[in-house]
C-alpha cells in the first residue's frame, strides 16, 4: 500500500493527490459563471436567503479537496433559513468548471472569487463572510493573504496550512508509515500553501472549528490556524464529529452557535435591524464577472 501511495505521488505534480474531484450529472440551470485567472470558467450558484425574515448578509464558501459544489453545499446552504445569501463554487476541474485541479489552479480560482466578492460588495452594505473547509482553509488564507479583502468575518472549519506536512499525517498513519512518510517532504511542495503568510493577514473576526476525533487533519493544524490570527477570534474544539462534518445539518446545535456567531460579529448591523433586502433580489445587474 505504501509503495502505491509513493508511486501516486510522484506521478506528475504530487500536490493534484490532494484533489479528488466529480463532475456534476446534470447542469444546475442557475449556475453562473466567472472568468478565473486560472484561464479557466468557474461554476457557481447563488442561494438567497428566505423570504419574509431579516437579510443579514451573504457567506461564500471554499469547499474542501473532494466532491463538488452541489454535494458540498450542505456544510453552508442551510445559512439561508437564517437570513444570509450564500454562494458556492467549483475550483477548476470540479463539478462544471472547466480545466484540471491542482493546488495552482485553485489558488488562482480563489483569488478570482475573492474579486467577485470585492464587486458584490459594491452593490451591498451587508456583512460579507467567508466559510472555507478542509483543503479550502488552505487555499482561501493563502488567497487572502495575497489578494486582502475586507470581511466582516471568517470561519476556517477542519483546515491545515500545510500541503506537505497534511501529506506526511496522512502517510504516517498507514502501514509502516514511519518507512515512507519522509517523502512527503521530497515530492509534495507549499509553494501555494498558507502555512508561512497566515500570520501577515490583516485583523478580522475569525472563527476556527475543529474536530476533536478528526483522523483526517489532526485538531493541532487548526490549532495552529488559531494561534497564527490576529484579531477578535474564537476557537471551537467539538466532539462527536468526523472531519469536515460539524457544520451539516447532523449538528443542528453547531449551526446554532454559527448563527449566533454570525450576529454577534457585526453588532451594528443587528443593533440597526436593517430592512435591506436580499441581494439576489436587490441586484438585478451582477457584476460583469458573472456571466
Same mark, same amino acid.
Given at each position: 500500500m505504501g509503495l502505491i501511495v509513493i508511486l501516486f505521488f510522484t506521478q506528475g505534480c504530487a500536490n493534484t493527490a490532494f484533489f479528488a474531484p466529480s463532475k456534476a450529472q446534470n447542469l444546475n440551470p442557475d449556475i453562473r459563471w466567472i472568468e478565473s485567472e486560472s484561464g479557466n470558467r468557474i461554476a457557481?450558484?447563488?442561494?438567497?436567503?428566505?423570504?419574509?425574515?431579516? @437579510?443579514?448578509?451573504? !457567506?461564500?464558501? =471554499?469547499?474542501?479537496?473532494?466532491?463538488?459544489?452541489?454535494?458540498?453545499?450542505?456544510?453552508?446552504?442551510?445559512?439561508?433559513? @437564517?437570513?444570509?445569501? !450564500?454562494?458556492? =463554487?467549483?475550483?477548476?476541474g470540479f463539478g462544471h468548471s472547466t480545466g484540471s485541479v491542482g493546488d495552482k489552479s485553485a489558488y488562482l480560482d480563489a483569488i478570482s472569487i475573492l474579486k467577485h466578492i470585492e464587486e458584490l460588495q459594491t452593490n451591498t452594505q451587508l456583512p460579507t463572510f467567508t466559510v472555507a473547509t478542509s483543503t479550502g482553509g488552505n487555499i482561501f488564507l493563502r488567497a487572502l493573504a495575497d489578494n486582502p479583502i475586507d470581511l466582516d468575518g471568517i470561519i476556517i472549519d477542519s483546515s491545515f496550512t500545510s500541503y506537505v506536512d497534511e501529506a506526511k499525517f496522512v502517510l504516517d498513519k498507514g502501514m509502516f508509515g514511519e518507512l515512507y512518510s519522509w517523502v512527503a517532504h521530497i515530492v509534495m511542495r507549499d509553494n501555494y500553501a498558507a502555512k508561512e503568510i497566515v500570520a501577515t493577514l490583516p485583523e478580522m473576526q475569525s472563527l476556527v472549528i475543529h474536530c476533536e476525533s478528526d483522523n483526517i487533519v489532526p485538531i493541532a493544524s487548526g490549532e495552529?490556524?488559531?494561534?497564527?490570527?490576529?484579531?477578535?477570534?474564537?476557537?471551537?474544539?467539538?466532539?462527536?464529529?468526523?472531519h469536515a462534518q460539524a457544520m451539516t445539518n447532523a449538528f443542528p446545535d453547531n449551526q446554532k452557535r454559527i448563527v449566533n456567531w454570525l450576529e454577534?460579529?457585526?453588532?451594528?448591523?443587528?443593533?440597526?435591524?436593517?430592512?435591506?433586502?436580499?441581494?439576489?433580489?436587490?441586484?438585478?445587474?451582477?457584476?460583469?464577472l458573472s456571466k
Open positions: 457557481h450558484l447563488w442561494i438567497p436567503a428566505e423570504e419574509g425574515i431579516q @437579510h443579514r448578509g451573504f !457567506v461564500v464558501h =471554499f469547499h474542501g479537496n473532494s466532491g463538488h459544489m452541489e454535494q458540498t453545499q450542505e456544510k453552508v446552504d442551510w445559512l439561508a433559513k @437564517h437570513g444570509y445569501d !450564500v454562494m458556492v =463554487f467549483d475550483y477548476s495552529e490556524i488559531f494561534q497564527q490570527l490576529s484579531g477578535n477570534k474564537d476557537f471551537w474544539r467539538l466532539d462527536s464529529c468526523n454577534q460579529a457585526t453588532p451594528l448591523f443587528e443593533a440597526a435591524n436593517s430592512s435591506t433586502v436580499s441581494f439576489q433580489v436587490a441586484n438585478t445587474n451582477l457584476p460583469n
